[in-house]
């Protein structure tokens, strides 16, 4: 018995070596929420949270997920009917990934990488084109196809984070056919420091995790080549010296007036003027321009480095992010792949694994830190987690004698709590959160 307990516990502390194994947010209990417009109420929609379950074997692992995050969804104020539904998908990543070393490898419409919570990462595109036969846009909802259908590569490609800026929710995500996905960082709008949509206004400020400046980004998922993904900070350093910074796009706005020739030079079909379609408003307004620091990305939107996650180094992407922290093309991985990319997604496992059962081998402290704070205008302490919440956290809200008045969690893949305070007095209070009996206090007052 000795042996075998002997063998498991080294089993899972091989598998916390291996972030492609232990990274993902497990649940198997918890189901979602969205709003609708108009409406601060959260309706149920009964689809179980983040991931289900984590099967590994030599050269993959296997994610069973549903595609829709614990943090609500909606409301989509362009109109979009659908809502975030089952995906029933399972993810399989490469635990081996490799560089490209042939021809690059373009990212593709739809699914190109996953979130740690099982949510799809498309790229910067929304299949909506220049038609420079017609002069008019193609492809999407209202146009007329483009020629050669929705996988074709035209001269002139939308840019969906600006297209779309109205059809996406407070944590910049949308469904396309119930695909719930982002095609950019997965923080709230409301978080931001300068606020380009205003969605929030009505509803939680809730996404996958919160930016701070002052910690390395969390690890976020990965792409369909194998290779990490992380949020907008990282070290200035490849070698992880240097502290702390935002890591930055080596893209920039290209300095043109007329849509002629793309960045390389090549004569292509003209574009829309520049007057009717502002520059920024296609892929190809942007070009890549390689610089010496290191916290500059590659034309993929990645570099090899050192994480927290993969001390030894490796090749990473990052949810790029302006000093705004807006996003910033091409805001998570392309226009094309540095690894070798496959299809990850199947329905199917053809190999035998093991399952991965999370557990948590390092309670030392808590993974995160927060800022509680009234907001009066509805009557409600607001609790907002910082970086990444990747452990169920209690929220207590505690009387100076000791008595506890309120009580919630905050789920993994959440970052916010709120909680009702019309029934509590002017005066002190303490908000306490716990994660695996560890806890952070802080005092906040109450005054109408």
Same mark, same amino acid.
Do not use: R
């Given at each position: 018995m000795k042996k075998i307990t002997y063998?498991?516990?080294?089993?899972?502390?091989?598998?916390?070596?291996? @972030?492609?194994? %232990?990274?993902?947010?497990?649940?198997?209990?918890?189901?979602?929420? %969205? %709003?609708?417009?108009?409406?601060p109420v959260l309706v149920p929609n009964n689809i179980l949270v983040n991931c289900q379950k984590v099967q590994f074997s030599n050269d993959y692992v296997y994610v069973t997920a549903t595609g829709v995050p614990s943090y609500p969804t909606g409301p989509f104020l362009d109109g979009n009917p659908s809502n975030a539904q089952n995906q029933a998908v399972i993810f399989k990543i490469t635990r081996n990934p490799q560089q490209n070393l042939d021809d690059l490898t373009y990212t593709t419409p739809g699914n190109i990488g996953v979130f740690i919570n099982g949510v799809a990462l498309f790229d910067y595109r929304d299949g909506v084109a220049w038609n420079s036969n017609t002069n008019q846009l193609c492809g999407g909802p209202g146009n007329p196809p483009c020629p050669g259908g929705f996988l074709a590569e035209m001269d002139w490609n939308r840019d969906a984070i600006l297209a779309e800026m109205e059809g996406f929710d407070c944590a910049k995500g949308h469904p396309a056919m119930g695909n719930y996905h982002h095609h950019q960082n997965p923080s709230a709008f409301k978080l931001d420091r300068f606020l380009v949509s205003h969605v929030c206004d009505l509803y939680d400020s809730e996404g996958l995790y919160v930016i701070d400046s002052t910690a390395h980004s969390p690890l976020l998922g990965y792409a369909f080549d194998g290779f990490p993904i992380y949020g907008a900070y990282g070290y200035q350093n490849n070698d992880g010296s240097g502290g702390v910074v935002r890591i930055e796009s080596g893209y920039n706005l290209r300095s043109i007036t007329e849509r002629t020739h793309h960045a390389d030079g090549t004569d292509v079909e003209d574009g829309p003027s520049i007057s009717e379609y502002f520059l920024g408003y296609f892929r190809e307004d942007y070009e890549f321009i390689d610089q010496d620091e290191d916290k500059y990305l590659d034309e993929h939107n990645g570099r090899l480095c050192v994480t927290p996650e993969y001390p030894e180094g490796t090749y990473a992407y990052f949810c790029t992010v302006d000093e705004n922290w807006n996003s910033k093309y091409p805001y998570a991985v392309g226009p094309t792949f540095y690894g070798e990319y496959s299809n990850s997604m199947t329905n199917n496992i053809l190999e035998q694994t093991t399952t991965y059962y999370q557990t948590n081998l390092n309670n030392e402290s808590l993974t995160v830190g927060f800022n509680a704070f009234i907001n009066k205008s509805s009557e409600l302490i607001i609790v907002q987690c910082l970086g990444l919440v990747k452990e169920n956290t209690k929220v207590n809200v505690i009387d100076l004698n000791g008595?506890?008045?309120?009580?919630?969690?905050?789920? @993994?893949?959440?970052?916010?709590?709120s909680i009702d305070s019309r029934a509590l007095y002017n005066g002190l209070y303490i908000i306490e959160i716990i994660q695996n009996n560890k806890r952070l206090i802080k005092k906040l007052a109450i005054s109408r």
């Open positions: 063998i498991l516990l080294l089993n899972i502390i091989n598998c916390f070596s291996q @972030p492609e194994i %232990y990274s993902w947010l497990q649940n198997t209990e918890t189901t979602g929420n %969205y %709003y609708i417009a108009g409406s008595k506890i008045l309120k009580s919630t969690q905050i789920f @993994p893949g959440q970052t916010l709590a």
